[in-house]
């Protein structure tokens, strides 16, 4: 998605209303898929000198597989944003993002927010039991001694795994 400045080219320092929609395509976090609604943008765009600034806030949704039940797990997303657009930006240092032209691509300054406000793990509830399998598995090994070592069918293997996840967080 392409937002169109030019406008702020010619009156430098005049802050402009926008309203934006862009929509990522799913993206692999870590072995999980996550996906969005499209995301609205709110807020204005000023051209200050070469940069260009974006004032607002996002709104937006993630999907992915709750880690407990693996049913689905949404997350809704308010993000309020302030990010710098500079012609020759790309450095890593350098946290501005690029543009081209009179207009910014929104699209890498979303998924930038999107992915460094989602949560560690995805839960469809706070109150989330898990499926029935990894329910009886707590149950077996509260049970059983931990010498007995993790089972290891194979059935257990994705369960385990989350389990881990879960340690380690
Ligand atoms: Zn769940």
Known sequence: M???????????GTAFP?????????QDVMGETVSWDEALL???YTVVQDEVHLK????????AACA???GQADVPLRLPFSEVFRKNAG????ESFP???KAVSLDQMVLTLMMLSLPMRFVCKADCKGTQELQAWQKDISKSSCQDGPPTQRPFEAL????KKDEEV
């Open 2 to 12: 392409l937002l169109d400045v030019s406008k702020a080219f010619l009156n430098p």
């Open 18 to 26: 926008f309203e934006a929609k862009v929509q990522l395509p799913p």
């Open 42 to 44: 709110q807020g204005t």
């Open 56 to 63: 607002g806030t996002l709104h937006g949704m993630a999907h």
């Open 68 to 70: 407990l039940c693996l």
């Open 91 to 94: 450095s890593p240092e350098d």
């Open 99 to 101: 543009y081209e032209g």
């Open 160 to 163: 385990q795994h989350l389990l």
